[in-house]
């Protein structure tokens, strides 16, 4: 499947709308991870060699309910600046909309600021069209969503996908991967993974999973699993997806009094989680065993980690995948989000093929094969 691409607009002096992902993390009004943005920068830097008449980005940045100026796109403006040694007019979508800047690279605040942006609300749509003449998506990680600036604007201005999403799109196609495939999943939602679950027990060779989601495994399996959370709904639909010889679950868990901190920890078989204990992070027994399975896979892809990883004492599992991942030389695909920053945490990111920008999108390309977005901009 091909898709239309910024290359094959025309750009000069035409007005370009560009959807990026600017959801990074702020720590005390700043930009703590400035990943993403440095991720934007070959699209945009590719938009100024074409000399358009002028650039709009559009981003999100959180999920706030109305005007909230903790999430103000204002830090991103700052970083955006130095790193492309341009000025970056920061402004709001009314000022944009009222008295249009001529030229130049426009920089639009929090578009989740309005309540038509998830609404997907045509009127607002149409706004947002009104800002320029061709439409560039590149925000790879706000694909599965079905918003106005990346969804609802590209039925009305001439869509296309940028250089970032053409990368994404091209490390994640599974259809080209060597096999054996292998999946490790974590998650603590069965409920929100179970389709993903399904797609990828047909796609891939075995899927290992971790997170708190075993438990509704275990419950389907009859085991006893303490206080750990598992969803009661949707134990049946974990003992259907148990029939499949892909799937594998953990065979040894770590315990704890608390889950929120390392209290009576103990590695224990999963059939011997006691009853005032929680399971926080799957078992080091397992962890090898999974470790069997990788050493033959010809591609690997990691979604979620394996334990409650906010929490330092439940980590092991998690910080030992990664460094086994960082070593082996099968293709290795880091599927974004929490697992991205973990792997970034133990400096570790280079040693993988490909770390994904994304987290629900990813995974969701990776098992479904498509995105909403995708398929505007599909050539026939
Ligand atoms: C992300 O970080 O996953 C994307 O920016 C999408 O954000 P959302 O999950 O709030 O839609
Ligand atoms: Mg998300």
Same mark, same amino acid.
């Given at each position: 499947m091909s898709f239309r691409t910024v290359k094959e607009l025309g750009l000069k002096r035409r007005k370009v709308v560009l959807r990026t992902d600017y959801n990074v993390p702020l720590s005390k009004g700043k930009v703590a991870d400035d990943e993403r943005i440095a991720a934007s920068l070959c699209t945009l830097k590719y938009l100024i060699s074409k000399s358009p008449k002028k650039i709009v980005i559009i981003s999100h940045l959180g999920r706030p309910k109305g005007v909230d100026k903790s999430l103000s796109l204002k830090p991103v403006a700052e970083v955006l600046e130095k790193k492309l040694r341009k000025k970056v007019i920061f402004r709001t979508l009314e000022e944009e909309v009222k008295t249009p800047q001529k030229s130049g690279i426009v920089l639009l605040e929090? +578009?989740?600021? *309005? @309540?038509g942006e998830k609404e997907n609300n045509p009127s607002f749509a149409k706004s947002l069209a009104s800002l320029g003449d061709v439409f560039v998506n590149d925000a790879f990680a706000t694909m599965h969503r079905k918003h106005a600036s990346n969804y609802g604007i590209a039925k009305l201005i001439k869509p296309s996908i940028g250089l970032l999403v053409q990368k994404e799109l091209s490390h994640l196609? #599974?259809? %080209?991967? @060597?096999?054996p495939i292998t999946i490790i999943m974590g998650g603590s939602k069965l409920s929100t993974k179970l389709p993903f679950i399904k797609s990828f027990l047909r796609k891939a060779d075995n899927v290992l999973l971790g997170g708190a989601m075993i438990f509704t495994f275990y419950k389907a399996q009859g085991l006893d699993v303490g206080r750990s959370l598992y969803e009661p709904d949707f134990v049946e639909s974990a003992s259907k997806l #148990? %029939?499949? @010889?892909k799937l594998v679950l953990p065979s040894d868990v770590l315990v704890s009094r608390s889950i929120g901190f390392a209290q009576g920890v103990r590695y224990v078989d999963?059939? %011997? +989680?006691? @009853?005032? *204990?929680y399971g926080v992070d799957i078992g080091y027994r397992s962890v090898l065993d999974f470790i069997k399975i990788l050493s033959i896979s010809k591609t690997i892809i990691w979604n979620g980690p #394996?334990?409650?990883?906010?929490v330092e004492d439940f980590r092991a599992s998690s910080e030992d995948m990664a460094l086994f991942l960082s070593a082996v030389s099968s293709k290795t695909i880091i599927g974004g989000g929490d697992t991205a920053w973990l792997v970034k945490s133990l400096g570790l990111r280079r040693k993988f093929d490909f770390v994904s920008t994304g987290g629900g999108a990813t995974l969701e390309f990776l098992a479904?094969?498509? #995105?909403?977005?995708l398929k505007l901009v599909e050539k026939k």
């Open positions: 929090n +578009i989740r600021f *309005h @309540k196609s #599974l259809s %080209k991967a @060597k096999r #148990l %029939k499949s @010889k999963c059939n %011997k +989680i006691p @009853k005032q *204990h #394996l334990g409650v990883y906010e479904m094969g498509t #995105l909403p977005f």
